[in-house]
C-alpha cells in the first residue's frame, strides 16, 4: 500500500524554485519524511529528511504542514543539473529501521 | 571512503544460469539493501539486512537469494535467472537512526537473454 503520493511529473524553469508536494495523509507520529532523488539511472541520492519541524540544508528545504498529512520539497533556484526523479518516503525509524520502501516519485524536468 | 561499491557494472546472462552481484561498503553501516529497477518504475526492495547475519525480504525477494556473513559485504545470488529479472540492481547501505541517509552503489545492469 502506497504511504505516499505524489504527481507524477513537474516541470520548472531554470533560476526559479521548484516545489515538489507530497501527501502522506496516513503519516503517523514516528515516522518521518524523507526525500531522495535519482538522476538519470544512477543510484539514488538522499537530500533532507523532516519529523514536524520545517528543514534547510544545502540542497533543499522542506515545509511539513503542522497536521504533517503533507509536505514541500523546496529546490529555492533550480537548475538543469536538478532535473531528476524525486521520491518522497515516509519511515518509522523505530518499529521499521532503516527499510526504505520507494514509490513512483515525481520527474522533475529543468527547462532552460 | 569508497562508499558503496558494486560488481559488475554489467553483466548478460543465458535463460538458468546463476550469477552473484557483489556488493560492500566501507562505511561501517549496520543496513543493507538490495533494490531492483525496471526500465520506466520505482525501486522495489529485494531483501535487506540490519546486520551480520541477520537477513529479511522485501517486496519482492522471490528468485534471489542474500548472505550478510560480514558487516562490509552483502552479495546477492540469482538462481536460475529468468527474463523477468532483467533489471538494474542496486544496493545500498546505512547506519540507522535519526540522521538516517542512505548510501547507494552505482548499480549492476542485468540482462537475461
Known amino acids: 500500500d502506497a504511504k505516499t503520493t505524489q504527481p507524477t511529473s513537474m516541470d520548472c524553469a531554470e533560476g526559479r524554485a521548484a516545489n515538489l508536494p507530497c501527501n502522506h495523509s496516513?503519516?503517523?507520529?514516528?515516522?518521518?519524511v524523507y526525500w531522495y532523488r535519482q538522476i538519470h539511472s544512477q543510484g539514488p541520492q538522499y537530500i533532507i529528511h523532516?519529523?514536524?519541524n520545517n528543514e534547510t540544508n544545502e540542497m533543499a528545504s522542506l515545509i511539513i504542514t503542522e497536521d504533517r498529512k503533507s509536505s514541500t520539497l523546496i529546490l529555492p533556484h533550480a537548475t538543469l543539473r536538478d532535473t531528476a526523479v524525486y521520491y518522497c518516503?515516509?519511515?518509522?525509524?523505530?518499529?521499521?529501521?532503516?527499510?526504505?520502501?520507494f514509490g513512483q516519485g515525481t520527474e522533475l524536468s529543468v527547462k532552460p | 571512503n569508497a562508499g558503496v561499491t558494486q560488481t559488475p557494472k554489467f553483466r548478460i546472462l543465458k535463460i538458468g544460469q546463476s550469477m552473484t552481484l557483489q556488493c560492500t561498503q566501507d562505511?561501517?553501516?549496520?543496513?543493507m539493501y538490495w533494490y531492483r529497477q525496471d526500465p520506466g518504475m520505482g525501486l522495489k526492495l529485494i531483501y535487506y539486512?540490519?546486520?551480520?547475519?541477520?537477513?529479511d525480504k522485501g517486496e519482492v525477494p522471490n528468485g534471489y537469494n542474500v548472505s550478510r556473513s560480514t558487516t562490509e559485504d552483502f552479495p546477492l545470488r540469482l538462481e536460475l535467472a529468468a527474463p523477468s529479472q532483467t533489471s538494474v540492481y542496486f544496493c545500498?547501505?546505512?547506519?540507522?537512526?535519526?540522521?538516517?541517509?542512505?548510501?547507494f552503489g552505482q548499480g549492476t545492469r542485468l540482462t537475461v537473454v
Open positions: 545500498a547501505s546505512s547506519r540507522v537512526g535519526v540522521n538516517t541517509e542512505a548510501f
Open positions: 496516513t503519516i503517523s507520529g514516528n515516522e518521518y
Open positions: 523532516g519529523l514536524k
Open positions: 518516503i515516509v519511515l518509522d525509524l523505530y518499529n521499521q529501521g532503516g527499510k526504505l520502501i
Open positions: 562505511m561501517n553501516h549496520n543496513y
Open positions: 539486512s540490519v546486520g551480520a547475519g541477520i537477513t
